[in-house]
């Protein structure tokens, strides 16, 4: 048989199928071959856009099969209710992109706090993108919250794509970057990148004015590669992964215990309160989170976030 072994980047999968880019420009429709990369029960899907792959081909054929994945340097990953295992959304990324909404839909902190803190947990790089500033009439509470992320450490970019407010500032945080771009549905993840880059002409989904929520369009995670004049053929490629808009993120691969460990202004107390490790940050004497929020050292609403959040996981470890 005339094999030829290649290798390529995948730029979307969907369950067994998946579409990986060889010598930068072909693309391939690729499958996995048997159950060669179904070794860890714990995993939803075993491959991801940005993950690089060996592929197996018969010479001149459209199609291929992958017969292993390279080891990766990070991945981005959620908990998947429905398959109560890790479903994977990205692999081998530089920038996370939290996007929000203040307004249509409804600013919702929380669950950018749920994403910030898997970015954390991946060792990843983070920065919340702000869309819709158009359509903002100002809100102290949103305000507040907003500058919270900045206040902690967090880039905090502000844009519109209707009139192109901070689109220039996101295209230099991102240039010669793999990001991967979530959000709930209806905040604009697909309107950010056709902004960025009007070629692609991606779809773009609309708010549903009764649920005043987004409506999705993105229904699997898909790689795009940005384009940037100023850049020549030998600089890094400036690539955004697209992910499904969801309601709820849980965070994956951790237990409630570390919670405290991966959010920023929460760990630099992590250890210190009267019963150490076994404090539970809810009622004891001598907790340094309670003592931390009381002084406004962290905000309240993050510390509802955190209570959320270990709520979510005690409750996933309670279900295995």
């Known amino acids: 048989m005339n094999n030829e072994t290649l290798k390529g980047l995948v730029i979307r999968s969907s369950r067994n199928i998946i579409t990986a880019r060889i010598n930068g420009a072909q693309e391939l429709e690729c499958r996995i071959k048997g159950k ?3 070794t860890d029960n714990d995993i939803y899907n075993p491959v991801a856009p940005g993950d690089i792959v060996i592929i197996e081909r018969q010479k001149n054929s ?5 017969i292993s994945v390279e080891e990766r340097r990070n991945c981005f990953s959620r908990f998947n209710q429905k398959g109560k295992t890790s479903q994977l959304l990205a692999a081998n990324i530089d920038l996370v992109l939290c996007g929000c909404s203040p307004c249509s839909p409804p600013f919702r902190p929380r669950f950018l706090d749920r994403v910030l803190l898997q970015a954390e947990i991946a060792g990843i790089e983070a920065a919340v993108i702000c869309n819709k500033i158009d359509l903002y009439d100002g809100d102290p509470d949103t305000d507040e919250r907003l500058e919270e992320y900045s206040r902690i450490g967090y880039k905090l970019i502000r844009v519109s794509v209707k009139t192109g407010e901070g689109i220039e500032k996101l295209r230099r945080e991102i240039t010669g970057k793999t990001c991967v771009l979530t959000g709930q549905s ?7 990148i056709n902004a960025l880059s009007p070629e692609l002409y991606i779809k773009e989904g609309q708010i549903n004015d009764k649920y005043d929520r987004g409506v999705h369009t993105t229904t699997m995670s898909v790689m795009f590669e940005l384009k940037d004049a100023s850049q020549d053929e030998s600089s890094p490629k400036t690539r955004i992964i697209d992910t499904p808009g969801v309601r709820r993120f849980i ?3 951790i237990s409630a215990q570390d919670v405290i460990t991966y959010m920023r202004e ?4 992590s250890g210190k309160c009267s019963f150490g490790l076994s404090c539970s940050h809810r009622v004891e004497r001598g907790c340094k989170i309670l ?3 009381s002084a406004g050292i962290i ?3 993050r510390y509802e976030s955190f209570l959320r959040i270990t709520d979510d996981i005690t409750g996933k470890e309670n279900d295995e």
Do not use: C, N, R
């Not at 459209?62 to 992958?66: E, H, L, N, R």
């Not at 929460?266 to 107390?269: E, K, T």
């Open 36 to 38: 060669v990369l179904k």
């Open 62 to 66: 459209k199609s291929a099969m992958i």
């Open 186 to 192: 209806g905040v604009g993840k697909s309107s950010i």
């Open 251 to 253: 965070p994956d691969g």
């Open 266 to 269: 929460f760990s630099q107390l």
């Open 291 to 293: 003592e931390a929020v």
């Open 299 to 301: 905000h309240e609403d």
